[in-house]
């Protein structure tokens, strides 16, 4: 089913592949959402606030990639947050695992031939920002293309209008409104104080920044660093949906002292647990808000 030449179009697959995959899907429950949400590392707590979970393994969709990270569990999720429909991907693409880019935003291809027009996206990311702190959770307003800026954009190759524009605005990418009332959902449940807005930067990963990578990031404007997301807001966009962005903060720099930013998979991964419950409650309430 699935082509593999992006010179065929933007995602790598063809428009009736994408569709097709998405018919799929679909066989496996009647529910019809249109919220999607996509969750980051050790982040996929979120689906045990479902109602009626019904999951779709990777595995069972003739043509989708798989993914391969340590805290993705490879899988669609449907079910109903408060009675409101949803969808969730757990388990991500990314560009380190060997996947280019065009493949590792296709599953929001797929999630819009679904029916997916706002889609909430959430990863776990290092602070770069010196008043962040492990925990604290930051709003993404911006966010800064790293791979794209450097030629490994994720719409690069022949575009097919059917799936969004060749040239395509990313001036207002992150909903103006979502991010608003996610705002106003953690600052009612009482986490004003590690609540943050500010600029994501994606580098292609998986090595973990160094000091002096850090003090380019800084100068950049970047207030926090990861290895997703950015390629799956794009593609969002070029679909036509609203996109409202999360990062968890697993880890902090020091840009003057070395020894202070060495990380690990599990340190992230044990942070994203332990804020796990405060994330499944304050999403309860962000998703019922919703239109």
Not at 116 to 140: R, S
Not at 194 to 217: K, Q
Not at 219 to 227: E, I, N
Not at 262 to 272: D, M, P, Q
Request: net charge negative.
């Amino acid at each position: 089913m699935a082509a593999i030449n992006s010179d065929m179009s933007t995602s790598g697959y063809t428009y009736e592949d994408i569709n097709a995959m998405a018919q799929e899907i679909l066989k496996y429950s009647s529910l019809r959402p249109k919220i999607g949400i996509i969750c980051g590392t050790g982040l996929g707590g979120i689906a045990d606030v479902l109602e009626n979970p019904v999951p779709v393994a990777y595995e069972a969709i003739p043509g989708f990639p798989v993914s391969t990270v340590k805290g993705h569990s490879g899988k669609f999720v449907f079910g109903a947050i408060q009675g409101r429909p949803v969808l969730l991907m757990m388990g991500r693409l990314h560009y380190y695992e060997g996947y280019p880019m065009w493949k590792v935003a296709m599953p929001v291809r797929v999630m819009k031939a679904i029916g997916i027009d706002t889609l909430l996206v959430t990863n776990a990311a290092g602070g770069i920002n010196p008043k962040f702190k492990v925990g604290d959770l930051m709003i993404i307003k911006d966010h800064i293309d790293l791979p794209g800026l450097t030629g490994e954009c994720v719409l690069i190759g022949r575009n097919d209008e059917r799936l969004g524009p060749r040239f395509l605005a990313m001036s207002e990418a992150y909903d103006e409104d979502l991010r608003n009332k996610f705002k106003e959902c953690a600052v009612q449940q009482g986490h004003g104080a590690i609540l943050h807005e500010g600029v994501y930067i994606m580098i292609g990963g998986p090595t973990f920044s160094t000091t002096a990578e850090y003090r380019v990031l800084c100068t950049l404007g970047a207030d926090a660093v990861g290895m997703s997301t950015v390629p799956e807001v794009v593609v969002g966009r070029h679909s036509n949906m609203r996109v409202f962005g999360l990062s968890l903060i697993t880890d902090t720099s020091d840009v003057n002292d070395s020894a202070k930013n060495k990380i690990t998979h599990e340190e992230v991964l044990k942070v994203a647990n332990d804020r796990a419950v405060l994330l499944q409650k304050v999403f309860l309430n962000f998703v019922s808000m919703l239109d």
